[in-house]
């Protein structure tokens, strides 16, 4: 049985992963500038690290801004009781997207949000995670009087989807919190979109995936090709 000091699956590297986790390990390594301990422990399984990143660069395209995907996603962390994606989403928020941190501190307090809009959004996505998919019909009224739209109650359940991944290996076997995600995050200081930084820029992510769906056999021709790519594609 798999203990604090014995976790159930052990990171993998470049060097000892499954072949398929090799390729899409090296391109993490490539864009982010290491591999986050989080997607080294998901490429045990090709196919949950492949499906936890397909299932991302959907999300990235969905109509939920930037910065009010990473707040979903760290409450629905924050709510399961995962401290290395609440972390990761935190360093994130606050870097990269310069989310004010009483903002993050909030989220993570379970106390309301100083923003009417966020603490809609929010007390909605944890009601739903909390509640196992269910939710009140008073929460979802104060979610669209918000200004969110209803069929943005559903797009919400891709984030949690995300979650449910990450956060349940979590509890199933801890990973250390990676130095990027404690503290002050360098990433605070990303560079511009077409860098190499992993959260300012998704178009290799985007050319990355198909080339991955191309190799496990997942894409059927050049119109697959042209869908995976409107569907990734980040407006400009």
């Not at 990676?178 to 992993?198: K, L």
């Amino acid at each position: 049985m798999a203990t604090a000091t014995e976790p159930l699956f052990a990171p993998q590297t470049i060097a000892t992963a499954p072949d398929t986790s090799k390729l899409i390990l090296e391109h993490i390594q490539k864009s982010y500038g290491f591999i986050p301990n989080v997607l080294a422990i998901f490429a045990n399984s090709p196919t949950v690290l492949q499906g936890y990143l397909a299932l991302d660069a959907i999300w990235e395209k969905g109509s939920f801004p930037p910065r009010e995907r990473q707040l979903i996603l760290l409450a629905a962390s924050v709510e399961n009781g995962c401290d290395y994606c609440a972390a990761a989403h935190s360093a994130m928020a606050k870097g990269a997207l310069h989310t004010p941190e009483e903002i993050v501190a909030a989220i993570r307090n379970n106390i309301p949000v100083p923003d009417a809009k966020l603490n809609a959004l929010v007390a909605l996505l944890k009601e739903i995670v909390r509640e196992r998919g269910y939710a009140s019909e008073e929460t979802i009224q104060r979610f669209i009087a918000a200004g969110y739209r209803k069929e943005q109650v559903m797009e919400l359940l891709i984030g949690i989807a995300l979650k449910t991944i990450s956060n349940y290996l979590e509890h199933i076997s801890p990973a250390p919190i990676d130095e990027a995600f404690v503290g002050r995050s360098p990433m605070s200081n990303a560079p511009a979109r077409g860098s190499h930084n992993p959260f300012g820029e998704r178009i290799t992510i985007t050319n990355w995936l198909i080339n991955l769906l191309n190799k496990t056999r997942l894409l059927e021709g050049d119109h697959d090709k042209h869908l995976v790519r409107a569907s990734l594609r980040h407006a400009s």
